[in-house]
Structures are given as structure tokens and as C-alpha cells.
């Protein structure tokens, strides 16, 4: 089966060709992140406009990379929820559009249930059930995989989620956007110590997440001295540590509580180097195996999007004719189940 996915919920424009008995065959991405940086943050209409006018000349290009003719292709998938409202109309317009053009059915794919099985597009792919730490500039969240399409949030977020504590904490720092690769990068220059800044909610039990405090001590920080090249690094240093540190410390306590022996680490913050290297080591420790996507297929991507979408599209209801609805908030709750062996037959891991 071959099925084209396509990402439009946020910044970025994906697009790939996922095929159940050979892999991903072709994947392109365009990033926005030109049209947002002198905005500092991505501008939802802007978003929205570019969109349409990549979508189209990208699907092409991987079509032709893949060496597909939209005629062979048995299903198109494209993100329905969560993500902004006009961006996310712009995949499903063009999406469901191409379906009926091509008499095929098209599928509606949640963003996070894309980025959850984005490590199964590695050669080293989890088996399941397993742990998620999903975090991105939308989401922080621990989430319990039992089965395809099985999922329990254990711990999320009760304000910022991580990805925009990066992306604003980089903002107060005069660093560019978005934030997590920036913070990321000055880090590397930063005097360990020099600063400390709390880890949020550990010192309680539970596994949800709370980083707005931690983006207003920064602030604190930033407004009480005089900024010089290395402050700015040494705070970025501080920042990233107390970042990973309370994901780390919240994922140990997740395992424990769940006693699975595989986790997994997707979404854009999942690319940070540090917390990859962090999460190693915890596995290392507790005996647990670790698995996580490559960077690219880490941020948003249509990799992930055609992936879970063959595995959506021959079991959810095709919506009929041309009408069709975008999710703008959607929890991974409320997700249907794959059913039984069906995983199996419709995905395989590249
Ligand atoms: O998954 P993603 O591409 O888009 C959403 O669905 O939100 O995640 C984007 C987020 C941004 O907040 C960005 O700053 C963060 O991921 N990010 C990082 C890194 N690369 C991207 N955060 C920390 N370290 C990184 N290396
Ligand atoms: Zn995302």
C-alpha cells in the first residue's frame, strides 16, 4: 500500500510517500522558520498562506523522488489535529481534495500520534507497549503506549509546554528563534554552575509538568544584571540543564510506575542533544531500552504523518463525499484502537 502524508499543522511543510512493504520511499520538508524570525514566533496567518503555496510543488517532488505517480498512491494521509486551525485547513483541503480526485480514501491523522511513532521509522524500533516523553513546542507530555492507538497520559503539562519554555526563555536572551537549537547551541559556550534554576514539580509526586516558572526565573535572572555574551550562555547552560533534568527526573518516575522496559523520546525538543544523551544513560541504568527518531523525523515531518496514516487508513471510517472537519485541540485519549493485527499487515518498519 502506498500512502502520501502530509504535515501543514504548524511552521513547517512536509510531505512523503510511506510504502507497507518497502518503507519510506521519499520524504521533503520546507521550514517556515525564515518567514517567522523577525516575528520572533510563528504568525499563524503567514503560516497558513506559505502553506498553500508549498504543498503542492513538494507533494510533486516527492513523487517524482520516489518514482510514484499519483495514480499508484492507495490513500492519502494528512494531519487533522492538533495544530493551528488555518495551517491545518490548508493539509486537509489539499489532502481530501487529491483523495477524491483520485477516488482513494484519505485519513485524518493526529499530529502527536505521528510524532509517537516516529521512532518506528529507525531500523532500532520499539515493540510495544512502552513509555513516551513527547515534547514539542505544543506538547509535554508522558504518555502510556499500550497497543496501537492505545494511549493513557500519565503526565503533561500544566502551562508552557517545553518547546516554547526553549523558545521564549531564547527570546529574553536576545538569542534567534525558534529557541531550542539556539539555547542549545550558546550552551555549549556556558560556565556549569554559575547559575541554577529550579527543577519544576519534582519535589512532588506526580508526572505532569509546569515550565512557566522556570521562564520567569530567567527572566528574574536576565533583568538583575548587566548581559554580556558569556551571561547569556552560562543562563542557557542553566536553563537547559533544569529543562532536561526535569524531564529526565519525571520519565525515571514514569517507568518505574508503568515497570515497562522500552521508552521513547520524539517531538522537536526530543532532538536536544543533551536530553538524548540523558535518557541514554537513565536506560542505561534502570536496563531499559531507549529508542528515538533522527532529528529530521524528530520536528515536524511528513514521514510520520504518512507512517501513522497507513496504519489509520485501513481502520478508521473514511469520511464520505468532500466535506471535512479540522482539530485544532484533540487529545491522544480519544483515539480509536487499532485493531488487533491489523498494526502489523499495514506498517513496517523502514
Ligand atoms: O515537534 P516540533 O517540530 O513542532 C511542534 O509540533 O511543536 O517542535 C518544535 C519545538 C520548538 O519549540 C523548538 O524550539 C524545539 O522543538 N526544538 C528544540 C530543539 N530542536 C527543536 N528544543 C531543544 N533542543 C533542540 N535541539
Ligand atoms: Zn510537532
Known amino acids: 500500500m502506498l500512502i502520501l502524508g502530509i504535515e501543514t499543522s504548524c511552521d513547517d511543510t512536509g510531505a512523503a510517500i510511506y510504502d507497507t512493504a518497502r518503507g519510506l520511499l521519499a520524504h521533503k520538508l520546507y521550514s517556515q522558520v525564515e518567514i517567522h524570525r523577525p516575528h520572533g514566533g510563528i504568525v499563524p496567518e503567514l503560516a497558513a498562506r506559505d502553506h498553500i503555496q508549498k504543498l503542492l510543488p513538494l507533494i510533486n517532488a516527492v513523487g517524482e523522488e520516489a518514482g510514484v505517480e499519483p495514480t499508484r498512491l492507495d490513500g492519502v494521509a494528512y494531519t487533522s489535529g492538533p495544530g493551528l486551525a488555518g495551517a491545518l485547513l490548508v493539509g486537509a483541503s489539499v489532502g481530501r481534495s487529491l483523495a477524491f480526485a483520485l477516488d482513494i480514501p484519505a485519513v485524518g491523522v493526529h499530529h502527536m500520534e505521528g510524532h509517537l511513532l516516529a521512532p518506528m521509522l529507525e531500523d532500532e524500533s ?132 508503568t515497570g515497562y522496559e522500552q521508552f521513547v523520546v520524539a517531538g522537536g525538543v526530543g532532538a536536544n542533544r543533551l536530553l538524548r544523551e540523558q535518557l541514554g544513560a537513565l536506560g542505561e541504568e534502570l536496563g531499559c531500552s531507549f529508542f528515538y527518531p533522527r532529528p529530521e523525523f524528530c520536528t515536524d515531518n511528513g514521514a510520520m504523518i504518512a507512517y501513522a496514516g497507513a496504519m489509520r487508513v485501513s481502520c478508521a471510517p473514511v469520511q464520505p463525499g468532500t466535506g471535512f472537519e479540522v482539530r485544532p485541540r484533540w487529545s491522544l485519549e480519544d483515539l480509536e484502537p487499532v485493531p488487533a493485527g491489523l498494526w502489523e499487515t499495514c506498517t513496517r518498519a523502514d
Open 126 to 257: 520499539p515493540c510495544f507497549p512502552f513509555l513516551a516523553l513527547l515534547v514539542s513546542g505544543g506538547h509535554t507530555l508522558l504518555v502510556d503506549v499500550e497497543a496501537p492507538g492505545c494511549y493513557r497520559i500519565m503526565g503533561e503539562s500544566l502551562d508552557d509546554a517545553v518547546g516554547e519554555a526553549f523558545d521564549k526563555t531564547a527570546k529574553l536572551l536576545g538569542l534567534g528563534y525558534p529557541g531550542g537549537p539556539e539555547i542549545s547551541a550558546a550552551a555549549t559556550a556556558g560556565i556549569p554552575g554559575r547559575f541554577h534554576f529550579p527543577r519544576p514539580m519534582t519535589d512532588r509526586p506526580g508526572l505532569d509538568f509546569s515550565f512557566s516558572g522556570l521562564k520567569t526565573r530567567v527572566m528574574e535572572t536576565v533583568r538583575s544584571r548587566e548581559m554580556d555574551r558569556q551571561t547569556v550562555a552560562d543562563i542557557a547552560h542553566a536553563f537547559q540543564d533544569a529543562a532536561v533534568d526535569t524531564l529526565v527526573i519525571k520519565t525515571r518516575r514514569a517507568l518505574r510506575e
